[in-house]
């Protein structure tokens, strides 16, 4: 089956029933018009046929009726005529016979006797015997008038007919002493001289009342079926397809009709013919191998090309693009290979930009995590001291949530083009949102921490997008090649130093051994957090608040530390992200709450009139039951509203906005005072805190930290009172660490101020004594 729908069998199929059938209708018009042919070949032939006879048989008339006339002029035939002398009457009449080689002479008295009757007969041998008619003596067997000669020129004798002609002979003037005639048998010797001039069986038939008798005819004896239809033919003109027909009528003889006939078979005629189609089919075997060989070559020709094409295909399909496709052939197959050749590096190119992206990240172009796995793989085969820096870029997640993630997708692509014009040796690599790795191939750790504080320069240089101006920071973990590590190791490594550094507040951190030790006492620290809260082993550490137009110390921030039974004082930086992670907020900030309550109590005992500002968190906003606890609390305890404050960064409120809000609201109109601490840090606007329920706005520290020496510091503080002013915020400036700074802000009319200027975050007794010392200390109406 296959075979046969193969093209090759196809075209090679089609070409030889074309040529077959080219040369049967070539053999079918030869043989019509062969036939055509033939059958006007036999109607000419008919026609000379009857034309030849006519001649022929007029020919023989006339000579006989001239020859007679002759011979009745004789004067020696006329005298022995008359003489009577009958023996030397039948010389000369015989004489006379012989020169025309007659074969019946008559010579008939005027009495109407037959005086002379001469038949001429050849013998077996050809030789001709002369003998005396059956008539001789008798009376002649037509009336004696001057039409006689007129009459038929048949005579029939003993069985044989003749052809004869009279002519009278006279005497002296014009008296009729007799006749005389002369005639040639009509029989087989005729009939086969006409077959010999026309081509065709002749011969002659008398018809008398439908009995037909055979006179003579050329050829051996006719054949019952012959005799049939040459009988149908002269009596009733019914003709035989199987023969071509001649006749005509001669004459009477004797009440018969005397009729001449040519005819010949078609089978004969078919013989012939027959002898010719041999040669046509002997041409048309011998064109077999011919057409044969011609089709193969053709469809072979035709299907060469679209093989040569296939075969192209199949290599292109084992994936070699680079071949030019090509075909020496026809236009369309040129144009087919050519189209093929394109569809090939169509292929090609696609197949390149999956394999790209396979390796790349979509948004930055960068190479991904599976590049580096590639690039990395030749690296560590040939023992290269490679180097892995993860970088992490701070505040991303704030960025997408607050300016959207289209904002945050022109960053992403702004920091990583920035990575790679500061690091053109590194492959820079994008892991995932705000995830970067650079992977160097051979790196000294010396110089690679003053390339890291070059980087984070330039990525710090400030962003513009629309209106609002970003400053990006990244936190960064590196880690260097050691003895048979591996991809995985070294990216763990730079990982575990990446949450080393953010942990603790640092740019970078390069991975030692050590570092791998505090994640696990990280871990232990998780465990051992919730039983830290049961058991009362965190305590609060108080940071005096100053009124700076009164120069009076009205708040404290209340900040916990963990007084761990084997490790000491932890700093809330190492477990409150822990305390966030693992759902332990609620009872941390409960217990700080709680606590501070019991401060205040203790203060009011002594005297001391101070409110006391506590951090709340995210998860802390996200408890529906928050903020109801809280003034419950407040309420049971009675101490007023007024003497407690909350600070929320405002990431707290970004993550789940309108939960926030809800409870933000609540606290606010039961009169609590909410301050938003880390100010300028995330990158809210200040009108949108401004939809907020706030009352007082922290400024972060590291606007404050080096305000003597920064002038943009300077600009922003010194704004951000304007506008804070201006919408009816107070302002706190935290991390005053010299005078200079405090004065500066009171000059320019700061609320409040806080920093270690005045005091570190101090135990409740420390406070307590660094406010008897200080001047600060307001005057209570008790004291
Ligand atoms: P924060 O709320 O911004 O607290 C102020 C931090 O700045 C305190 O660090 C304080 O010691 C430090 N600071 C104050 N003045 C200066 C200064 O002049 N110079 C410098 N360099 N630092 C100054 P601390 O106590 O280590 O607290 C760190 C953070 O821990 C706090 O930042 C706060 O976010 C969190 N935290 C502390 N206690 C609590 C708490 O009870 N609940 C919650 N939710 N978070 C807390
Ligand atoms: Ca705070
Ligand atoms: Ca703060």
């Not at 005799?227 to 003889?253: H, P, T």
């Not at 710090?460 to 960064?476: E, H, N, R």
């Not at 006391?612 to 101490?639: G, R």
Request: charged share 20%; net charge negative; hydrophobic share 45%.
């Amino acid at each position: 089956m296959r075979f046969l729908n193969r093209l090759q069998t196809r075209i090679f199929a089609f070409f030889v029933l074309l040529l077959f059938a080219v040369q049967l209708m070539s053999f079918w018009l030869t043989y019509q018009s062969n036939q055509q042919l033939e059958d006007q070949h036999v109607s000419n032939q008919l026609a000379v046929a009857g034309l030849v006879f006519e001649s022929q048989f007029n020919n023989r008339n006339n000579y006989l009726a001239a020859f007679a006339e002759t011979a009745a002029k004789d004067f020696g035939l006329k005298e022995i005529f008359i003489d009577g002398d009958s023996r030397s009457f039948l010389v000369a009449l015989n004489n006379h016979r012989k020169r025309i080689d007659a074969s019946l002479a008559i010579a008939v008295s005027a009495e109407g006797k037959v005086i002379g009757q001469l038949v001429a007969k050849k013998n077996d041998q050809g030789k001709e015997q002369v003998e005396l008619g059956s008539e001789q003596g008798k009376d002649f067997r037509y009336q004696l008038d001057s039409e006689f000669q007129q009459l038929s020129p048949f005579y029939l004798l003993d069985g044989k007919l003749y052809q004869i002609k009279f002519s009278v002979l006279t005497s002296g003037g014009s008296s009729v002493i007799g006749w005389v005639g002369f005639g040639f048998i009509i029989d087989d010797v005729l009939a086969n001289s006409l077959r010999q001039l026309t081509g065709l069986d002749s011969g002659f038939m008398l018809n008398a009342d439908s009995k037909m008798k055979d006179i003579g005819h050329s050829g051996s004896a006719l054949t019952l079926t012959e005799q049939s239809v040459l009988a149908q033919f002269i009596e009733k003109d019914q003709r035989n397809s199987d023969y071509i027909l001649w006749q005509q009528s001669l004459g009477d003889v004797q009440g018969a009709s005397l009729h001449a006939y040519m005819y010949k078979s078609r089978s004969d005629l078919l013989a012939a013919l027959q002898s010719q189609w041999l040669q046509q089919i002997g041409l048309l075997l011998l064109m077999v191998p011919f057409s044969l060989l011609l089709a193969f070559i053709i469809s072979g020709s035709i299907t060469r090309p679209i093989k040569q094409l296939i075969e192209q295909a199949k290599f292109i399909a084992k994936g070699n693009y680079d071949s030019q496709v090509t075909v020496d052939s026809s236009v369309e197959l040129t144009q087919l290979a050519s189209e093929f050749t394109v569809m090939q590096q169509a292929i090609l190119k696609r197949e390149r930009e999956i394999a790209h992206q396979a390796f790349h990240d979509p948004l930055t172009n960068l190479p991904n995590l599976n590049e580096l796995e590639r690039v990395s793989a030749t690296w560590l085969m040939s023992h290269s001291t490679m180097a892995i820096c993860l970088i992490n870029i701070r505040r991303l997640t704030d960025v997408n949530v607050t300016l959207g993630h289209a904002v945050g997708d022109d960053v992403i692509k702004e920091v990583a083009r920035r990575l790679c014009v500061m690091s053109p040796k590194a492959l820079v690599c994008r892991l995932s949102g705000d995830e970067f790795v650079l992977a160097f191939e051979s790196c000294e750790q010396h110089s690679f921490e003053v390339f890291l504080n070059q980087l984070q320069q330039q990525i710090g240089q400030p962003y513009q997008f629309q209106d609002v101006i970003l400053s990006l920071q990244f936190t960064a973990g590196v880690s260097f090649y050691k003895q048979d590590a591996s991809l995985v190791t070294l990216l763990r490594h730079a990982d575990t130093a990446l949450q080393y550094a953010k942990k603790n507040k640092l740019d970078y951190q390069i991975y030692d051994a050590n570092i791998d030790k505090n994640t696990l006492e990280r871990f232990q620290l998780i465990n051992e957090l919730k039983l830290a809260i049961e058991q009362n082993e965190l305590v609060l550490f108080y940071q005096p608040k100053l009124h700076l137009a009164s120069q009076k110390v009205t708040h404290v921030e209340a900040l916990v530390r963990w007084m761990h039974p084997k490790k000491g004082l932890i700093p809330p930086d190492t477990f409150i992200p822990i305390a966030e992670k693992t759902m332990q907020m609620n009872s941390l900030t409960r217990w700080v709450i709680n606590e501070a309550i019991a401060q205040y109590l203790r203060w009011q005992q002594m005297g001391i009139e101070i409110s006391i500002a506590v951090n709340i968190s995210a998860e802390n906003l996200k408890d529906e039951q928050f903020c109801h606890w809280v003034i419950n609390v407040l309420a049971k305890n009675n101490v007023p509203v007024s003497a407690m404050t909350l600070e929320i960064t405002e990431d707290a409120v970004v993550s789940d906005p309108e939960q926030a809000v809800k409870q933000l609201n609540m606290l606010r109109e039961n009169g609590l005072k909410l301050s938003i601490d880390d100010y300028g840090t995330g990158y809210s606007s200040l009108a949108q805190l401004k939809q907020l329920p706030v009352d007082e706005l922290k400024i972060d520290k590291s606007f404050v930290l080096k305000l003597m020496q920064d002038e943009s510091d300077q600009i922003i503080v010194r704004s951000t009172l304007q506008l804070a002013h201006s919408l009816g915020l107070t302002v706190v400036a935290e991390g005053i660490e010299d005078k200079p700074t405090l004065d500066w802000l009171t000059e320019l009319k700061c609320e409040m101020g806080q920093g270690f200027y005045l005091s570190r975050p101090l135990p409740a007794e420390q406070f307590n004594q660094w406010l008897m010392a200080s001047p600060y200390q307001k005057e209570t109406s008790d004291h």
